[in-house]
């Protein structure tokens, strides 16, 4: 069985930084891309990034391009989600996600595991 446990959420100003983590279990990590997404109160959840198995490719939704870094260390089963710049349209609960294949994908439907998530805030 497929874990996955974000880290890293909390409150934070506009303009400050975070980093989200997330440490995966019950399959061959560095065989899967794995994604970001996140979901804001009242709204669908949406794509944010993803990086392929190598991690040598990701993909980056336009809104988060330039301020967010996704990257994964497969010696630690870990993907990250390097937050900078952040501004209030960021907060929302951040959910981490396994991919189906080892491609980037910026749909939901590539991917077959999700954590549980972690709250993300910006606000001042």
């Known amino acids: 069985q497929v874990q996955l446990v974000e880290s890293g959420g909390g409150l934070v100003q506009p303009g400050d930084s975070l980093r989200l983590s997330c440490a995966a279990s019950g399959r061959t990590f560095s065989s899967y891309a794995m994604g970001w997404f996140r979901q804001a109160p009242g709204k669908e959840r949406e794509f944010v990034a993803s990086?392929?198995?190598?991690?040598?490719?990701?993909a980056y939704a336009d809104s988060v391009k330039g301020r967010f870094t996704i990257s994964r260390d497969n010696a630690k089963n870990t993907v990250y989600l390097q937050m900078n710049s952040l501004k209030p349209e960021d907060t929302a609960v951040y959910y981490c996600?396994?991919?189906?294949?080892?491609?980037?994908?910026?749909?939901?439907?590539?991917?077959?595991?999700w954590g549980q998530g972690t709250q993300v805030t910006v606000s001042s």
């Open positions: 990086v392929s198995w190598s991690g040598r490719s990701t």
């Open positions: 996600a396994n991919g189906k294949t080892g491609v980037v994908r910026n749909q939901g439907n590539g991917y077959d595991y």
